[in-house]
Antibody
Framework: EVQLLESGGGSVQPGGSLRLSCAASGFTFSSYAMSWVRQAPGEGLEWVSGISTSVGSTYHAKSVVGRFTISRENSKNTLYLQMKSLRADDTAVYYC???????????????WGQGTLVTVSS | QTVVTQEPSFSVSPGGTVTLTCGLSSDSVSTTYYPSWYQQTPGRAPRTLIYNTNTRSSGVPDRFSGSILGNKAALTITGAQAHDESDYYCMLYMGGGIRVFGGGTKLTVL
C-alpha cells in the first residue's frame, strides 16, 4: 500500500524559511515523479512544485519560483520542499502527491499524503 | 495567466445525474491537456477519481465518468448519493511540467 507521510509544517514568521519532508513507502520511490500541492484555508488546490525521477528536472508554479525548491533523496525514500522568503499567502496545508510515472511531464496524481499545515504569521 | 474554470457550486438530487465542467480561459480543453479529476471532503486529503480524460482510478465506482464535452472536460456523476457531496477539482497538464487546478466545484446532494 502506498503511504506518503508529510512532516515539517508549523508556524513561521514572514520572511522565514521552512523545510517540508514527505516519507514514502509501499512503492519504488525512485521510479516515480512527485509533486507538492497546497491548499490555503477555505480555498482550492494549487499545484506548487514537481520533480521527476531525475533530480535535475524540477518544476515550480510561478507563485513560488525563486522561493521554493523541490528535491528528493531516493536513498531515503524522501521528498522535500525547501521554502524561503515565506509570505502570509503561503499559509496552507501542503500535500505530497505521487505521479503515475517517473517523467517530469507526468500528467496526474495517483496517491496523496494527509498533508502538513504551514502557517506564516507574525 | 492561464485560468482553469469550474462552476463554483452545483446541486443534484439523490439519484440524479450531474455534469461538472472544466474549461480554459484562453483555449479549448482537449485530451492533450490530460484532464484529471479529484474529490475532496472537508478536512481530508484529495482522492483521485479520473485521469487521462476518462479513465477511472482504482476503486472508483462506474457512477463517475469523464469526457470532453464541447470545449471543456466534464465529470458526470450518475445516481448521485449523499456521500458524493464533496468538492471536485479538475487539473490540466499545461506542458513543460506545469499543472494547473481549477477553482473547484462544491457539490451539494439534496
Amino acid at each position: 500500500e502506498v503511504q506518503l507521510l508529510e512532516s515539517g509544517g508549523g508556524s513561521v514568521q514572514p520572511g522565514g524559511s521552512l523545510r517540508l519532508s514527505c516519507a514514502a513507502s509501499g512503492f519504488t520511490f525512485s521510479s516515480y515523479a512527485m509533486s507538492w500541492v497546497r491548499q490555503a484555508p477555505g480555498e482550492g488546490l494549487e499545484w506548487v512544485s514537481g520533480i521527476s525521477t531525475s533530480v535535475g528536472s524540477t518544476y515550480h508554479a510561478k507563485s513560488v519560483v525563486g522561493r521554493f525548491t523541490i528535491s528528493r533523496e531516493n536513498s531515503k525514500n524522501t521528498l522535500y520542499l525547501q521554502m524561503k522568503s515565506l509570505r502570509a499567502d503561503d499559509t496552507a496545508v501542503y500535500y505530497c502527491a505521487k505521479h503515475e510515472d517517473g517523467s517530469g511531464y507526468a500528467h496526474y496524481f495517483d496517491s496523496w499524503g494527509q498533508g502538513t499545515l504551514v502557517t506564516v504569521s507574525s | 495567466q492561464t485560468v482553469v474554470t469550474q462552476e463554483p457550486s452545483f446541486s443534484v438530487s439523490p439519484g440524479g445525474t450531474v455534469t461538472l465542467t472544466c474549461g480554459l480561459s484562453s483555449d479549448s480543453v482537449s485530451t492533450t491537456y490530460y484532464p484529471s479529476w479529484y474529490q475532496q471532503t472537508p478536512g481530508r486529503a484529495p482522492r483521485t477519481l479520473i485521469y487521462n480524460t476518462n479513465t477511472r482510478s482504482s476503486g472508483v465506482p462506474d457512477r463517475f465518468s469523464g469526457s470532453i464535452l464541447g470545449n471543456k472536460a466534464a465529470l458526470t456523476i450518475t445516481g448521485a448519493q449523499a456521500h458524493d457531496e464533496s468538492d471536485y477539482y479538475c487539473m490540466l497538464y499545461m506542458g513543460g511540467g506545469i499543472r494547473v487546478f481549477g477553482g473547484g466545484t462544491k457539490l451539494t446532494v439534496l
